[in-house]
């Protein structure tokens, strides 16, 4: 067979070697710009077939139909693909009906796909049971913008629990019976879904239990409203915790020698950590608190009334803060005379220290109290630091400079 050459292919004509040489030099120009034509041609198919998106590549055990329609949507099929393959794989899904649902709440295009990225379990969950969600979340959520917003916090929140519809129903009817307005309630549905889904019972039995326990320590029933509603919304998991937890704890700090108006207090103070501590993590903080700070157990005990917080931190965190604060030359008396600068981490009071030390104040030799609180309240106290040293002293009896 004939080998075809470049001329061949393009139809060079045989008198074109006889022509003069502006007739060679604009068919020179001519074939370049060809041969770049078909390079790019060349460069734009392979670019194409490299970047070709791989829509009709699907495992063996994938549902086809939930694949197409999450690319439809711009999900990250790949990073589902990576971290919950196993979503891909169900049937039947309702990708559609959930982006619907998305929609009409007014969440955009980006953000129905950011959801179902993050949270692909959303595609099957069944219509109906949604919808339900849907007007429950609405009955307590302020507006339909908030509560896409708490969807895309919180997806596993608003799409995990349809299946308890009557048990969340229920417990937001308790709730709301403790004088705990929506956004309050809102907020609890999202954090912690757990405690909506189970029998309302259960929240009874634990509530009732924190209220014994505030009443058997001199509590006052108005003030409790308060404290419940606070200690609920720092720590939402509290009603998944047995009753028994908080009369352990109580009657460990009983026997350490607390009295009836100090555990109210602590109980006061504590709110949602109460639940969280167990008598052996309090005993190995108290007795390496004393060790340390070399005091009687009543001085211990004032300690705790003043920071309530040392119950909780470990014994590795308290040493790690002791440490720091010797280094930088702060005495045991000084920490017993302000505990709650142990609530702060060491690279905290040594940008404070520093801060102070630039204006003259040497918390060697004075009050810690400047050290203490959130970062608002030391800028304040800082301020006031700066505002002394600026302001002179006025003296009554010395003349006053006028203009010569």
């Known amino acids: 067979m004939k080998k075809k050459t470049f001329s061949t292919v393009y139809k060079i004509p045989k008198h074109a070697s006889r022509c003069g040489d502006q007739d ?15 390079c790019l041609q060349c460069h734009r198919v392979t670019y194409l077939s490299s970047n070709f998106r791989p829509c009709g590549t699907f495992s ?32 039947p899904s309702y990708t559609k009906e959930v982006a619907d649902l998305l929609k009409d709440l007014g969440a955009s295009g980006t953000k129905i796909s950011q959801i179902l990225t993050v949270y692909p379990e959303a595609v099957l969950c069944n219509p109906d049971q949604t919808l339900a969600q849907k007007a429950l979340w609405l009955s307590v ?58 029998p309302v019972e259960q ?45 352990q704890n109580m009657l460990f700090l009983q026997d350490r020698g ?15 950590s109460v639940i969280e501590l167990n008598p052996d993590s309090m005993r190995h903080t108290l007795n390496y608190s004393q060790d340390t700070l070399g005091c009687s157990e009543a001085e211990l005990r004032d300690i705790i009334v003043r920071c309530p917080a040392l ?22 008396h000084q920490i017993m005379q302000t505990p709650t600068v142990l609530e702060l981490t060491t690279q905290i009071v040594n940008y404070r220290i520093q801060r ?34 600026q302001r002179p002293l006025f003296n009554p009896v010395a003349p006053l400079k006028g203009d010569d």
């Open 24 to 38: 060679k030099a604009l068919l020179s120009s001519m074939l370049r710009l060809i041969s770049t034509s078909l």
């Open 60 to 91: 063996s055990a994938e549902n086809k139909q939930t694949v197409e329609a999450l690319y439809g949507l711009s999900v990250d099929i790949q990073k589902v693909r990576k971290l919950k393959g196993w979503v891909l794989q169900q049937s």
């Open 141 to 198: 959520c302020p507006n339909q913008k908030e509560l896409v917003g708490i969807i895309e916090k919180f997806p596993a929140s608003f799409f995990t629990s349809s299946s308890h519809h009557d048990n969340q129903r229920k417990n937001i009817t308790y709730l709301q019976s403790l004088n705990l307005n929506k956004r309050m309630i809102t907020k609890l549905m999202a954090s912690a879904p757990q405690s909506f889904s189970r």
């Open 203 to 247: 929240n009874k039995e634990m509530v009732c239990s924190l209220q014994q326990t505030y009443q058997d320590l001199g509590g006052d029933e108005t003030n409790m409203k308060i404290w419940l509603q606070k200690l609920l919304i720092q720590n939402p998991f509290v009603l998944l915790k047995p009753p028994e937890v908080l009369r």
């Open 258 to 272: 607390f009295s009836t108006a100090e555990l109210l207090y602590l109980l006061s103070k504590l709110k949602g």
């Open 311 to 332: 119950l909780y931190y470990p014994e590795d965190i308290l040493a790690e803060r002791f440490q720091g604060l010797l280094r930088a030359g702060i005495s045991m």
């Open 356 to 389: 102070l030390k630039s204006r003259g104040y040497d918390v060697r030799t004075a009050s810690l109290d400047v050290l203490n609180g959130t970062k608002k309240d030391f800028e304040v106290n800082y301020g006031k630091l700066q505002l002394c040293r």
